[in-house]
């Protein structure tokens, strides 16, 4: 698939640090999950490396944060035009190593694009403030200044979005930046630091490691451990959340962690239930099943329960799995076999407990590529493993509740506090609802909320910090407060 970038200089196969394009000793496969086929082979990378690139990050921080903001601003907006140019390229890469079908591969060049924008504007707003003196002799002065250099270390189900969200602003900020991307996508990555680079970023500022599963947990721990790097930003599991969290403890490194979500998807009787069943398509069956803000758990109200499963199976079954790059697939592979066989484990535990299979139900099996059939399953319960942890499939098991209380209840017995969404046409249903659901983001009759211009983010066990929005550069600024005394 590869063979038909515009551009072939974008797929590359080296790690940068220090504004070089560097090779390694070793190197790890890239393969596409909708054919099983070796893609590339990019550098696997250890110690020496990340020390390299700690060194080169700190090295370049000093010019970087004494720009003023607007030629930090003007390199990300070069970098933004840059990467919505290579728009068709970029997906073809992200539609190549991660399976989302092309059209959302685009899609997410532009969302991871935006990014870009947004905090290029938030760069010149970093505003300190004055506190009124209570010392005649004393005024109080309130700056920010850019934590220092920062490492992030990402996801495979965003290769882009997931970047760009947090190295916007901590460059915005004044910070340089480590990027660990994950092993399944490193070339979406790389692809995007090759334009980094033509957009002028200097040496050091932006810097790329890539490693393999084994590696990544090696590099994911030296920059825990360094005391030069000052901030770490991390999206995946919340499992690997609390190792990282653990070792950044000893540094006192600050945090921002986007991890696991188990969204509930509530209908309430006076929903309307074609919008209704539209969200749940968007939010449940994109990118696979595979965010963390996709709905796991549909609740439907007993009144309308009948009539959801009705329409929503209809949906479901017109769902086309397939590889990314034909026309009209909406469904691509999950990203390895391991996550296939998660999916399978979620979907025979609900049978075994009651739910039943009413759309789909099990893996593609003419496939050489790891798809799941997408799947709806009716009657679930709590006590099954769809209701406790995050599928991250194409399956929606819906569950019927009795009245408000028990949504709200069902909604928030988990760990989890990342997404969640409902339906309802009553005003004052809205607000009861949204202001008694514990997660950061709530979805009141749409499945998608994800926007460059909104703090996403979670609470709970889901993670520390927003991203995007205004509030998304607070964890790359350091508050200082200056007394100036003598007056
Ligand atoms: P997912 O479930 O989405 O694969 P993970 O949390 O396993 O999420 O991985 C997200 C990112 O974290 C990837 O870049 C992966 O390489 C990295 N990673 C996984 N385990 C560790 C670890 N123990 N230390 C550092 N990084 C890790």
Redesign the pocket.
């Given at each position: 698939p590869l063979d038909a970038l515009e551009n072939p200089g974008l797929l590359r196969t080296q790690a940068l640090i220090n504004g070089e394009w560097v090779g390694g000793a070793e190197t790890f496969a890239v393969t596409d999950p909708a054919t099983g086929r070796e893609l590339a082979q990019v550098p696997n990378l250890g110690r020496a490396d990340v020390e390299t690139a700690i060194a080169a990050a700190a090295n370049a921080l000093n010019a970087w944060r004494a720009k003023p903001a607007k030629e930090r601003a003007a390199v990300l907006v070069r970098w933004q035009q840059l990467l919505v140019r290579h728009a068709d390229d970029l997906a073809r890469l992200m539609t190549a190593e991660q399976g989302k079908p092309l059209a959302e591969a685009r899609g997410e060049v532009v969302y991871g694009a935006s990014f870009l924008d947004w905090f290029a504007e938030e760069a010149k707003r970093v505003y300190g403030e004055t506190i009124p003196t209570t010392d005649p002799t004393k005024r109080y002065l309130v700056v920010k200044q850019a934590v220092g250099v920062c490492a992030a270390?990402?996801?495979?189900?965003f290769p882009l979005a997931m970047i760009t969200r947090k190295v916007a602003p901590a460059l915005a900020a004044g910070c340089t930046v480590i990027i660990?991307?994950?092993?399944a996508t490193p070339l979406t990555a790389l692809a995007a630091a090759e334009l980094a680079q033509q957009a002028g970023m200097p040496a050091g500022v932006l810097n790329v490691l890539t490693a393999d599963?084994q590696r990544?947990?090696e590099v994911?721990?030296l920059l825990c451990e360094s005391d030069v790097v000052r901030h770490l930003s991390f999206t995946?599991?919340t499992e690997?959340g609390r190792?990282?969290m653990a070792q950044c403890a000893p540094t006192i490194k600050k945090l921002s962690l986007e991890l696991g979500g188990n969204a509930p998807f509530i209908v309430f009787d006076d929903a309307d239930l074609d919008s209704a069943v539209d969200g749940a398509i968007a939010s449940k069956y994109r990118n696979a099943g595979q965010t963390c803000v996709c709905a796991n758990r549909l609740y439907v109200q007993a009144g309308v329960y009948d009539a959801f499963l009705d329409k929503f199976a209809a949906r479901v079954a017109q769902l086309r799995t397939g590889n990314g790059f034909e026309a009209g697939i909406h469904v691509g592979p999950l990203i390895d076999e391991a996550a296939l066989q998660k999916v399978e484990t979620h979907v025979a535990d609900a049978v075994a407990l009651g739910a039943k299979v009413l759309v789909g139900g099990k893996r593609v099996e003419a496939a050489a590529g790891s798809f799941f059939e997408p799947t709806l399953l009716a009657d679930a319960a709590p006590q099954m493993l769809c209701s406790r942890e995050e599928t991250f499939g194409p399956v929606a098991p819906v569950f019927k509740f009795q009245t408000e209380a028990d949504a709200i209840q069902l909604a928030n017995a988990t760990e989890f506090g990342l997404a969640s969404y409902f339906y309802s046409r009553d005003i004052g249903r809205i607000f009861r609802v949204s202001e008694a659901l514990e997660y950061g983001m709530v979805g009141v009759n749409t499945g998608l909320i994800s926007t460059a211009e909104v703090p996403f983010g979670g609470v709970k066990q889901s993670g520390l910090g927003r991203e995007g929005a205004r509030q998304g550069i607070e964890d790359y600024v350091e508050v200082k407060y200056i007394c100036l005394g003598d007056i």
């Amino acid at each position: 698939p590869l063979d038909a970038l515009e551009n072939p200089g974008l797929l590359r196969t080296q790690a940068l640090i220090n504004g070089e394009w560097v090779g390694g000793a070793e190197t790890f496969a890239v393969t596409d999950p909708a054919t099983g086929r070796e893609l590339a082979q990019v550098p696997n990378l250890g110690r020496a490396d990340v020390e390299t690139a700690i060194a080169a990050a700190a090295n370049a921080l000093n010019a970087w944060r004494a720009k003023p903001a607007k030629e930090r601003a003007a390199v990300l907006v070069r970098w933004q035009q840059l990467l919505v140019r290579h728009a068709d390229d970029l997906a073809r890469l992200m539609t190549a190593e991660q399976g989302k079908p092309l059209a959302e591969a685009r899609g997410e060049v532009v969302y991871g694009a935006s990014f870009l924008d947004w905090f290029a504007e938030e760069a010149k707003r970093v505003y300190g403030e004055t506190i009124p003196t209570t010392d005649p002799t004393k005024r109080y002065l309130v700056v920010k200044q850019a934590v220092g250099v920062c490492a992030a270390i990402t996801p495979w189900n965003f290769p882009l979005a997931m970047i760009t969200r947090k190295v916007a602003p901590a460059l915005a900020a004044g910070c340089t930046v480590i990027i660990k991307p994950a092993e399944a996508t490193p070339l979406t990555a790389l692809a995007a630091a090759e334009l980094a680079q033509q957009a002028g970023m200097p040496a050091g500022v932006l810097n790329v490691l890539t490693a393999d599963s084994q590696r990544s947990v090696e590099v994911g721990k030296l920059l825990c451990e360094s005391d030069v790097v000052r901030h770490l930003s991390f999206t995946g599991s919340t499992e690997v959340g609390r190792i990282l969290m653990a070792q950044c403890a000893p540094t006192i490194k600050k945090l921002s962690l986007e991890l696991g979500g188990n969204a509930p998807f509530i209908v309430f009787d006076d929903a309307d239930l074609d919008s209704a069943v539209d969200g749940a398509i968007a939010s449940k069956y994109r990118n696979a099943g595979q965010t963390c803000v996709c709905a796991n758990r549909l609740y439907v109200q007993a009144g309308v329960y009948d009539a959801f499963l009705d329409k929503f199976a209809a949906r479901v079954a017109q769902l086309r799995t397939g590889n990314g790059f034909e026309a009209g697939i909406h469904v691509g592979p999950l990203i390895d076999e391991a996550a296939l066989q998660k999916v399978e484990t979620h979907v025979a535990d609900a049978v075994a407990l009651g739910a039943k299979v009413l759309v789909g139900g099990k893996r593609v099996e003419a496939a050489a590529g790891s798809f799941f059939e997408p799947t709806l399953l009716a009657d679930a319960a709590p006590q099954m493993l769809c209701s406790r942890e995050e599928t991250f499939g194409p399956v929606a098991p819906v569950f019927k509740f009795q009245t408000e209380a028990d949504a709200i209840q069902l909604a928030n017995a988990t760990e989890f506090g990342l997404a969640s969404y409902f339906y309802s046409r009553d005003i004052g249903r809205i607000f009861r609802v949204s202001e008694a659901l514990e997660y950061g983001m709530v979805g009141v009759n749409t499945g998608l909320i994800s926007t460059a211009e909104v703090p996403f983010g979670g609470v709970k066990q889901s993670g520390l910090g927003r991203e995007g929005a205004r509030q998304g550069i607070e964890d790359y600024v350091e508050v200082k407060y200056i007394c100036l005394g003598d007056i």
